[in-house]
T-cell receptor, first 114, second 114 residues
Framework: AQSVAQPEDQVNVAEGNPLTVKCTYS??????LFWYVQYPNRGLQFLLK??????LVKGSYGFEAEFNKSQTSFHLKKPSALVSDSALYFC????????????FGRGTSLIVHP | NAGVTQTPKFQVLKTGQSMTLQCAQD?????MSWYRQDPGMGLRLIHY???????DQGEVPNGYNVSRSTTEDFPLRLLSAAPSQTSVYFC?????????????FGPGTRLLVL
């Protein structure tokens, strides 16, 4: 079985400050990890993914995420938050060699204050 | 490419009514799936398909039927709507068979069952 935990329902950060949205996972074998973003009244959009290789993955809109195998984490980060980053963020995981359908976390609402 | 399209955008049903949510993709993706999104619950997988003629159940399949007669279309049928099926429904597709393939989401259908 595979699962994802996003321990924070909401993250608040001031514009210009660094942001972190947390994600931990559980999967048998090697993980494929994803971050998606959902803006109000829209579908989810892909941000970035980790498959293999460098533990630091860079994605769209200046976001990056660090894969930590020992802590089974894949936290999303951005050095300087923008008000326009305010959205709902979903972490997803699937097992390498397993089902091609990923499991999503519950989502974290990011609010960036001006 | 239109990507993943969903119709209708919004629907109100009475308890016991049936309806079909339409989903189509023009990217020749093998994998398609239906999710429902509820506050605090994140995305939950309803049904998925790994190719034309092949479907399987996800986490919350009860009350829903699917079929996949073509690669492009993956309709979701509510047989007898219940208030518990009030939700936002997302269809997604992916190429499948590739390591780390990302999912493409439709804009969603907002369903209210009275």
């Amino acid at each position: 079985a595979q699962s994802v935990a996003q321990p924070e329902d909401q993250v608040n950060v001031a514009e210009g400050n660094p942001l972190t949205v947390k994600c931990t996972y559980s999967v048998s074998g090697n993980p494929y990890l994803f971050w998606y973003v959902q803006y109000p009244n829209r579908g989810l959009q892909f941000l970035l993914k980790y498959i293999t290789g460098d533990n630091l993955v860079k994605g769209s809109y200046g976001f990056e995420a660090e894969f930590n195998k020992s802590q089974t984490s894949f936290h999303l980060k951005k050095p300087s938050a923008l008000v326009s980053d305010s959205a709902l963020y979903f972490c997803a995981v699937r097992a390498a060699g397993g089902s091609y359908i990923p499991t999503f976390g519950r989502g974290t609402s990011l609010i960036v204050h001006p | 490419n239109a990507g993943v399209t969903q119709t209708p955008k919004f629907q109100v049903l009475k308890t016991g009514q049936s309806m079909t949510l339409q989903c189509a993709q023009d990217m020749n993706h093998e994998y398609m799936s239906w999710y429902r999104q509820d506050p605090g619950m994140g995305l939950r997988l309803i049904h998925y398909s790994v190719g034309a003629g092949i479907t399987d159940q996800g986490e919350v399949p009860n009350g829903y039927n699917v079929s996949r007669s073509t690669t492009e279309d993956f309709p979701l049928r509510l047989l007898s709507a219940a208030p518990s099926q009030t939700s936002v429904y997302f269809c997604a597709s992916s190429y499948g068979g590739q390591a780390g393939e990302t999912q493409y989401f439709g804009p969603g259908t907002r369903l209210l069952v009275l």
